[in-house]
C-alpha cells in the first residue's frame, strides 16, 4: 500500500511538473519578439526538460518495479491461502498490469489532456510512464479515450452552470470536440443528460 501511496505523490509531482511546463510555454508565446536571452532561456529550458523526462524516467522505473514486486507478492500470497498446487499456478495468466499503475496513468493523461492539448514534452513524458509501466497500446488508446470524455463531460457541466450556454462556450467545446473525436451523437447524448441533471437539482 505504501509502493502504491508513493506511485501516486510521484504522479502527483509529475502533473505539477507538467502544469509549471505549460505556464513556462505561455509565457513563451506571449512574447513579441525573440531576442538572443529568449533564445538562450530556450536552450537552456531543452535542456532542462531533457534532464527531467530521464529523472522521471528513472523514478517511475522505480515504483513501477516496486509496485509489480508488491503485487507478485500479494498474488502469491493468495495462491497460498487459496491452496492451488504450484503447476497450476504456472499455467494460470497473470495480470498485465497492477490497478494502481492503470490509475496513475489515467490520471496523468487527463491531467496533461486537460487543456484540449497535447504539447511534445507532455507527450515524450506520457510515453516514458506508458512504457516503464509496461501498458499497452490498446490499453493506453482506452484510458485516454476515458479521460477526453471526462474532460469533455466537464467541460458541458461548465457550459452550462449558470442555464444556458454562452458562443464563447460553444466554440471551446466544438474545439475540444474536433480534438477528441467526439460525435454530434455523442455530444448530444452527454449535453441531455447535463441539462437534465441541472434540471433535477433545480
Known sequence: MTDINEQRKKVEELKRKILEQKKKDNTGLQSSSRTDQIANEEKKLT????????????????????????????????KRKKGVPKAAQNGQAQPTVPVACLQAYAQALKFAWSDGVLSRDEKALLMIIQKSMGISAQEHTSLEQEAQLEIYLQAIVDSWKNGSITPQDFDRLDVLREKFNISAEEHMRLEKQVRQEILRQH
Not at 48 to 76: D, F, G, N, Y
Open 47 to 78: 535542456e532542462e526538460t531533457k534532464k527531467h523526462a530521464e529523472e522521471v524516467q528513472r523514478q517511475i522505473e522505480l515504483a513501477s518495479q516496486q509496485i509489480e514486486e508488491e503485487t507478485r507478492r500479494q498474488e502469491e500470497e493468495e
